[in-house]
């Protein structure tokens, strides 16, 4: 299992219950959509571990209660707490038009139809009304409004999004 054919979701923050459940905190934009997961990666020690779900109960904001297959003690499941949860790249759900994956799409190559390579996704700032992607372009930070219309389409296996930025926004930062 390679960290670059996986996609951070979330992270264990707490118990949930007495009987091996743990809390997910899914730093994604609709957790509706991961609902259908059977399995998730989970880093211990710097290696990602599979983990099989038994049970998936979406909370309220973004929290799952979990119960994972031979996590069913407090103890074992104190294990967990802190740890990064991913998933294979190729499973991420895509967006509709007027959502963005935010988080999902960290670590993404950015390609603007017009100005080629831009960079990397380094960062999304959810600013109320107002989203942007931070893209790193070799210690150069190009900031991205997030619109309608400004994602084309997103190459998961590839790692890269394909972006129609505003013309002359890019210019900007290039001089």
Request: charged share 25%.
């Amino acid at each position: 299992m390679h960290l670059k054919d996986h996609s951070y979701i979330g992270k264990i923050v707490k118990l949930h219950g007495y009987k091996g459940g743990v809390s997910l905190y899914m730093d994604v934009s609709n957790p509706n959509a991961y609902t259908g997961l059977k399995s998730i990666f989970i880093q211990l020690d710097g290696i990602l571990t599979p983990f099989f779900i038994k049970a998936f109960k979406l909370k309220n904001k973004g929290f799952v209660a979990l119960h994972f297959e031979g996590v069913d003690s407090e103890a074992s499941a104190r294990n967990l707490i802190d740890k990064k949860v991913f998933i294979p790249s190729s499973q991420l759900q895509e967006a509709d038009e007027t959502r963005f994956l935010g988080h999902e799409l960290i670590g993404y190559k950015v390609m603007d139809q017009a100005k080629g390579d831009l960079g990397v996704l380094v960062q999304v700032l959810e600013q109320k009304g107002n989203p942007l992607f931070v893209v790193d372009r070799n210690g150069l930070e190009i900031l991205l409004p997030v619109f309608e219309g400004l994602l084309i389409s997103i190459d998961t296996p590839k790692k890269q999004m394909l972006i129609n930025a505003p013309e002359g926004l890019v210019d900007l930062y290039l001089k």
